[in-house]
């Protein structure tokens, strides 16, 4: 299963968060993905600077017969399309799509890493993907999600709120 993360904290001319978010993922499909599982919305203070708009994340899983690679490039297509512009890191953003496991894959070049190097301590990304795939392992460390969710520090568990 390829599970993705897509993320947004600003408007844009697709509108306000959660339509970002909804034209990604016709974006996705339009490019000829299977989106197999939606989870709800879930918002977090941004990341590292509090101050900055609050994001909306949710997790996607996906049916996708090409490599991580022609993944990536349909990922970077769908960003660019949508407006974002890689200039800082942890920088606010239209739309933020990221792989978080791809068949379970362990890759480490220079442009791709699977599976996602932080997403074992995002509260973002755990909540939402477990809402999905509750048995999901992390696929280096086997860890199950619940007992990564459970390491998180108490103000990250706190700081997350799932949307209806």
Do not use: Q
Not at 30 to 38: C, G, V
């Amino acid at each position: 299963m390829i599970h993705l993360n897509i993320g947004s904290n600003l408007e844009s001319k697709f509108g306000n968060r959660f339509k970002n978010i909804s034209t990604a993922i016709d974006l996705l499909i339009n490019s000829k993905l299977k989106i197999n599982k939606i989870s709800n919305f879930y918002e977090t203070p941004s990341y590292p600077n509090k101050k900055k708009p609050k994001f909306l994340n949710i997790a996607i899983e996906i049916s996708f017969l090409k490599s991580p690679a022609d993944l990536m490039r349909k990922i970077f297509f769908i960003e660019k399309k949508m407006g974002r512009i890689r200039i800082f890191k942890n920088e606010p953003r239209i739309c933020d799509i990221d792989i978080i496991d791809f068949n379970k894959e362990v890759i480490k070049t220079k442009n791709i890493i699977l599976p996602h190097p932080k997403a074992h301590i995002r509260n973002f990304v755990l909540y939402p993907l477990k809402e999905i795939c509750p048995d999901w392992s992390h696929p280096v460390n086997n860890k199950k999600i619940g007992v990564l969710i459970k390491n998180l520090p108490l103000k990250t568990r706190n700081e997350i709120t799932k949307l209806k």
